[in-house]
């Protein structure tokens, strides 16, 4: 029996100039669409995209890993997937309000490929950074230039493993982007086009 297609948010670690030599965005959605996920549309020049796959989170991560072997990408521009209502938990928690609104670049969600993590270590991180766990995401209000914390983004990944962070404006963005996916499809099923 076939899977049912989901909607997904993929998140790509460890884009930047030098991956978008090799693959633009553009490519991404067409090899995406070869290989199975649906309708692709991506959000910013980033890595993120929102598709629907028949599949659960790991076939889907894994699916996408083929795609970015495809291109010649290292194995450290990696896939982190989640469901949209996931990035709707973390809005709706909107701990970082203020800081969000008047520092949007001094902000950050941090999303991880593994679902085992320990924030116990969070208790000895004596700032200035602040830090907030929500539903096994850390989101980070960096209070300054996001360069000068690199002690805590090398504590993140000695903690946490393999993952990739967004800014809260970012994070948003790809929210909305999936939200209005999500009414379109409603709304063409709701008529009959699907």
Excluded at 94 to 117: G, W, Y
Aim: charged content about 25%; hydrophobic content about 45%.
């Amino acid at each position: 029996m076939p899977h049912q297609a989901h909607p997904y948010v993929i998140l790509l670690r460890a884009i930047g100039p030098a991956t978008h030599r090799l693959m633009g965005m553009a490519q991404w959605r067409e090899a995406a669409e070869a290989a199975g996920f649906m309708a692709p549309e991506t959000v910013l020049n980033t890595g993120n995209m929102v598709a629907d796959f028949a599949g659960d989170a790991t076939a889907t991560r894994q699916a996408m890993r083929v795609v970015l072997r495809g291109f010649g990408l290292g194995e450290n521009v990696a896939p982190i997937v989640r469901r949209p209502a996931l990035l709707e938990t973390l809005i709706a928690a909107d701990p970082i309000a203020a800081a969000a609104k008047d520092r949007p670049a001094e902000t950050a969600v941090f999303f991880f490929a593994s679902d085992k993590l320990d924030f116990a270590w969070l208790g000895d991180h004596d700032g200035p950074e602040k830090t907030h766990v929500v539903s096994d995401h850390l989101i980070v209000d960096f209070t300054r230039d996001v360069a000068k914390s690199s002690r805590l983004i090398r504590l993140i990944d000695k903690h946490c493993g393999l993952n990739t962070a967004r800014s809260w404006s970012s994070m948003r963005k790809v929210a909305a982007k999936a939200r209005d996916r999500a009414t379109r499809q409603n709304t063409n099923a709701a008529s009959g086009d699907e």
